[in-house]
Every structure is written in C-alpha cells, then in structure tokens.
C-alpha cells in the first residue's frame, strides 16, 4: 500500500546516543516533536516512542523495530484527560484507570477517530496507559501529547529493562536512548481487554488478575481479538529454551548421552515442547527430564557429570527459581529468595545474559503461577516455543 513503511529494507545507520534525563528530557520531547523515535524508560521496560498521533512518525517505530503493520501499538497519555479523546470510556474502564493509572496496566477500548489507522492496525479498539515513570512523565509532560511505544527491542526479541539492552537491539536504528536505569517491573505492562463490565486478561503483567478481580469478572481471552504479541513465540532468545525442573534435565541430557553417545542437544529438545508434570504444573507444558530417553541403557550409567566435564558435549544454561544450578555451564537465578518481584524484575536481563553465554541449550525452572508468576510463565511459554 502506497505511503506504508517498507519495513524489509534496512533502516539507515544513525549514531545512537544515550544521555541521562538531565540533557535527555528537554531532547527527548524536542524529537517527538520533530516526528523522530526516541527510546524511554518506563516502569515496566524501555519502550520506543513516536508522536501517536502522527502516522509518520509511528511508521519510524515499525521500520525501526522490523515490526509487521499488522502488530497494533500502546498509546501512552500524558494525563488521564487524554483518555476520552482517543478511546471511548465505559464505567468499568473508567474505574481501572483510576485505580492503577499512572501504572503498569494497559485498557484495549474502542478507539476514536483522532488515533491513526497505523497505531491501531486497522482495529476498532486502541490500546491506552500512563506509564509512573518519572522520567516518561517528564518526557511525556515536555512534549504534551499521546506518545505510542511499543518494547525497544526487535520485533520478537527479549524486551529491553536497561538502556544497554536497548543499544543492543536498536543501536544505530534510532537516535536517541534516555537512560533512567534499570525497570522496575522488568515485564510488560498487564493487557486488558474491557468489554460489557467484563475483563479479558490478553497479556498477564504486574497488574494481578486477583487485583483486577476486584473490578469485574476476569476472563480469559476474547474469540476473534489478537493477543498481544498474539504469536505463540515471542520475548524470544536464540538460544533454544525448555521450562523444565534442573535436576531432571540434568539426569536425563547424562542419561542421553550415555546411551546413545550423540553429542549436542538431544533431539526432543530441539523443537522446544517437552512434557511430563512436574510440581503439578500442566503435563504438557513442563519438562520434568524423563520424556523421550532412549530405550533403557544395558549397563548402569556410570555418575560422572556430563554437563560439568572439561569437554561437555552439551554446554546447558539454567535460568533458575530454586536449584543451585550445579554442573550447568552459566546460571542465572531469577530471586534467591524465591520473590516473584525480583524474580520479574531479573527475567528478561537473565535471559539475555543466558543468550550471550554460547549455549546449546537453556533450561528455565517453572515459577508458581499465581500473582505475578502468572507474567512470568507466560514469558517462558512464548521463549520456549519456536
Ligand atoms: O509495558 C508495556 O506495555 C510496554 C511499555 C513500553 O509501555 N509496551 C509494550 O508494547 O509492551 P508492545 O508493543 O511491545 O506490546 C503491546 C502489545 C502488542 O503485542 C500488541 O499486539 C498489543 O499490545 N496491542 C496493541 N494494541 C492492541 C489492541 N488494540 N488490541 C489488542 N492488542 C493490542
Ligand atoms: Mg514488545
């Protein structure tokens, strides 16, 4: 279509600059101004913002990020006012932005007219919030209009919670980074779908379903409504990732390897869905070691460590909620307190910490999924499928 990005072609090679919000705050709002992209902090992650209300500017954010137009973006107000210009406003939602605004929850309603077709994807809903980032509420109160930002970070990549992360995914694509420190939250915002007083949870976050239970009845996802970041793989590392317990992984790559003498990742891995329950977590989903273990090995296996030799044939990663991690080749704990806040926090910079280690493979421990751990196994789900 004429007048679309053409989001194939590479963008064009800029200097990337990161300044603290002191110099970054008043240059920030000056390229939004200009209709230029420009990566913010957020409580949540960072995220690439453009003037919202200008498709030119916005069609920067999919040409930069290697977004399909298809992926509708989040347009974050500078104050609740906004709210009724660019969304039609029920009871319901209305009472969810007074009570979690200015914070990590994102309404999906009816759009008005004044918000590009491009910030929408065509769809008749747009999705709002106001980010409690100090720094994007300057930004945001600078600048004095709706400001769309999606994650910093290539389009199905690990989204960024520090300005280093954003260098990593969009260096040289974009102008400037504010850089306001690590994100808080460390997930994206919680997704929210209201419809006739009823709440659909299209992505979970730190905003709880049990918090949101309190303001209408929560539902699952709607027929006929894309989820956000509506693949099935998403937030994904290149490393291949299963959700599984450490110690059987372990026990099943030695077993493996034993009885076959292959060398690498065993091939039930590489497609990246295991199964088999463990601590009562969905028999389809976790991994718990034993599924797909070649026929039993006629002589005992012998208790050596393969995952710790000096020559491991199979170099294994552990994102990690309670193990150790022993004889894995690079560890990463989620919360040595087993805290799910600081477990959200760790997951998307461990991650791409396990990415960067060379790794055959990355086993990531299941969290319990209540509160927040609902976000979090949502995300190891999406970096686990390919
Ligand atoms: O925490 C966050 O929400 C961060 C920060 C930067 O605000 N933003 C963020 O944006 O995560 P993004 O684009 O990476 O994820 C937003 C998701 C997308 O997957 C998109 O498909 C979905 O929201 N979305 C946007 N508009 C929608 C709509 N009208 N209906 C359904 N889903 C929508
Ligand atoms: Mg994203």
Redesign the pocket.
């Known amino acids: 279509m004429a007048g679309q990005p053409d989001c194939k072609r590479e963008p064009k090679r800029l200097v990337t600059q990161v300044v603290g919000p002191a110099e970054g705050i008043s240059a920030a709002a000056a390229l939004l101004a200009a209709g230029e992209v420009v990566a913010l902090p957020?409580e949540?992650?960072?995220?690439?913002g453009a003037a919202a209300l200008e498709a030119s500017a916005c069609a920067k954010i999919f040409e930069a990020k290697d977004r399909p137009l298809s992926?509708?973006?989040?347009v974050?107000l500078p104050s609740r006012d906004w709210l009724d210009q660019v969304a039609e406003v029920c009871e319901t939602a209305s009472r969810l932005a007074e009570h979690f605004w200015p914070g990590?929850l994102?309404l999906?309603l009816p759009?008005r007219s004044l918000v590009p077709d491009l910030v929408?994807?065509g769809?008749e809903?747009?999705?709002v919030?106001m980010?409690s980032h100090p720094i994007f509420q300057a930004v945001l109160q600078a600048y004095g209009k709706p400001v769309a930002?999606?994650?910093?970070?290539r389009f199905g990549r690990i989204?960024p919670t520090s300005a280093e992360d954003v260098v990593a995914e969009l260096g040289g694509r974009i102008p400037l980074v504010l850089d306001g420190g690590p994100c808080a939250h460390g997930v994206?915002?919680t997704?929210v779908?209201v419809r006739e007083g009823e709440l659909h949870i299209?992505?979970h976050?730190p905003v709880t379903a049990e918090e949101l239970a309190r303001f209408g009845t929560v539902r699952g996802r709607v027929a006929g409504?894309?989820?956000?970041?509506?693949l099935a793989s998403h937030y994904a590392p290149r490393t291949p990732l299963v959700i599984g317990e450490a110690h059987a992984a372990a026990e099943h790559l030695r077993k493996w390897h034993h009885a076959t003498g292959g060398t690498g990742v065993p091939p039930v891995l590489v497609g990246g869905r295991c199964s088999v329950s463990a601590h009562g977590f969905p028999r389809s989903e976790i991994w718990d070691g034993t599924a797909a273990i070649p026929p039993a090995s006629p002589t005992p296996v012998p208790p050596v460590d393969l995952l710790a030799g000096d020559r491991p044939s199979v170099r294994v990663g552990l994102l990690s909620w309670r193990s150790a991690g022993k004889g894995f080749q690079h560890v990463e704990f989620l919360s040595k307190t087993q805290d799910l806040r600081e477990a959200a926090a760790n997951l998307y910079g461990a991650m791409r910490r396990l990415d960067a280690a060379g790794l055959d493979l990355i086993i990531a421990e299941p969290v319990p999924e209540t509160g927040l751990g609902a976000a979090i196994m949502e995300r190891l789900r999406k970096a686990a499928a390919r």
């Open positions: 957020t949540t992650v960072y995220g690439l992926d509708p973006l989040i974050h990590p994102t999906v759009r929408t994807a769809e809903t747009v999705a919030r980010s930002a999606p994650s910093a970070n989204s994206e915002s997704i779908l299209l992505r976050g409504i894309s989820a956000p970041g509506g």
